[in-house]
């Protein structure tokens, strides 16, 4: 699948600020603050600032849709697990990540992990939200520039330690070099087209 139109529909709170659900498919991004779900749609996308990027954590407070090709949506829900905002706003975002995952939209998740890092509390929490509400989703690995082949496998042996998922097959990705893309595309293309 090639991407050529993109665009901001708007950005939500509740189920019912959602854009018409009008039989269209949606591909979210969910994940820690920071871990790149932002820059991953630009870069699938090829658009330098569709979706707001920051080196401050905590960009994303709403949820935002794009519409793909006229065809699915992407959407990109605020990160968990930044631990310098109030607890009361930490509250609101759980909320607003809840409140989505339990809707009724036809979606289709993807859940970031930086590959870097050994999974959060929060992150295995998520994992099992989305095993709990019996949710389709994928793992995707970003920011994989940092590391090489090698530090990559051994990283991910590290993280299965840690993290149970049911999915052997996971993706790699990196939006500074926009590798994974074309695997990711293909995949999502093939999704819709089932
Ligand atoms: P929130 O909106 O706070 O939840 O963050 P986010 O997950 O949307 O992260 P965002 O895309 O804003 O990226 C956070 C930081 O990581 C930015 O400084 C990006 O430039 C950097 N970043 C994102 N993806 C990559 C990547 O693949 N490689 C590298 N090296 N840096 C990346
Ligand atoms: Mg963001």
Same mark, same amino acid.
């Given at each position: 699948m090639e991407i050529n139109k993109s665009e901001f529909v708007k950005s939500a709170v509740v189920e019912k600020d959602y854009p018409e659900f009008n039989n269209i498919v949606e591909f979210s991004f969910i994940g820690r603050s920071n871990v790149g779900k932002s820059s991953l749609i630009n870069s699938l996308t090829k658009r330098k600032s569709l979706a707001r990027t920051s080196k401050t954590p905590g960009r994303t407070q709403l949820i935002n849709y794009f519409l793909i090709n006229d065809k699915i949506h992407f959407?990109?829900?605020?990160?968990?697990?930044?631990?310098?905002?109030?607890?009361?706003?930490?509250? %609101?975002?759980? *909320?607003?990540?809840?409140?989505? +995952?339990?809707? %009724?939209?036809? *979606?289709?998740?993807?859940?970031? +992990?930086?590959?870097r890092r050994v999974p959060s509390n929060e992150d295995m929490e998520m994992l099992k939200w989305l095993e709990h509400f019996g949710i389709e989703y994928y793992i995707i690995f970003t920011k994989a520039d940092k590391l090489s082949n090698n530090e990559k496998f051994k990283q991910l042996k590290e993280i299965r330690k840690k993290l149970v998922f049911k999915n052997e097959d996971v993706f790699f990705y990196s939006s500074l070099k926009n590798t994974g893309r074309e695997e990711l595309l293909n995949f999502i293309g093939k999704r819709i087209a089932e």
């Open positions: 959407v990109d829900l605020p990160g968990y697990g930044f631990a310098k905002v109030p607890d009361a706003v930490k509250k %609101n975002w759980g *909320k607003t990540i809840e409140s989505y +995952l339990i809707s %009724n939209r036809e *979606k289709i998740v993807f859940l970031l +992990l930086d590959l």
